[in-house]
């Protein structure tokens, strides 16, 4: 295999390495979740109107917002009234209870680390369970918008938001690369070794 074949197979790696999006698993257990990220995580109870770890952002109005005994009290409106947990730092995992009772059966919602949606919403009758997720890869945005379900908005509250801070673990395409560039630096030393018989 000469240089140039060469180059071109790990340019194509890399491109389709780099294509591959972000997978997840959902949890609606709170104790699977906690094992799945092996026990060291933060936690939110709201005992304070500041969060630790990550900033509240609301967009939009319509908002019945505001932290007060130990929760979270939020409305989300369609698509013009939603929620943004910025996090502090990178992290790949995220939960918390959600419970949708407030204002009656509404939209339920849907979240979204960094643009991906999470699959399944979480649904209108929830009352309170754990919801969250750990992903392959790195985000510090969750936005939080209304469901599909019918209805104008969604009143909820959210209490213990859990996440667990990002280790140092490269990427599909780091692997691609450094691939790529051990194939190259073998292909010089055996051209130069060619060369030298």
């Known amino acids: 295999m000469n240089i140039k074949s060469l180059l071109v197979a790990a340019v194509s790696a890399l491109v389709l390495s780099s294509a591959a999006h972000a997978s997840f698993i959902t949890f609606t257990d709170r104790a699977a979740w906690e094992l799945a ?48 947990y910025n996090f502090n730092s990178m992290i790949n995992a995220f939960g918390a209870n959600w419970d949708l009772r407030p204002g009656g059966a509404g939209q339920g919602l849907q979240l979204y680390f960094g643009n991906q949606l999470i699959t399944p919403q979480i649904a209108n009758t929830y009352t309170g369970g754990f919801f969250g997720l750990v992903s392959t890869t790195a985000f510090n945005l969750v936005s939080v918008h209304s469901g599909t379900y019918s209805g104008f908005a969604e009143t909820h509250n959210v209490d213990n938001v859990v996440f667990s801070s990002v280790s140092a673990v490269p990427e599909p395409e780091s692997y691609a690369l450094m691939l790529a560039g051990l194939g190259l630096v073998g292909a010089i030393a055996r051209r130069r070794k060619a060369k030298q018989a």
């Open 37 to 84: 990220v092996g026990g060291s995580f933060s936690e939110e109870t709201f005992s304070t109107t500041t969060p630790t770890g990550f900033s509240i952002q609301e967009v939009g109005s319509g908002h019945s917002t505001g932290i007060s005994n130990g929760v979270y009290h939020d409305r989300t409106v369609l698509d013009t009234a939603y929620t943004n």
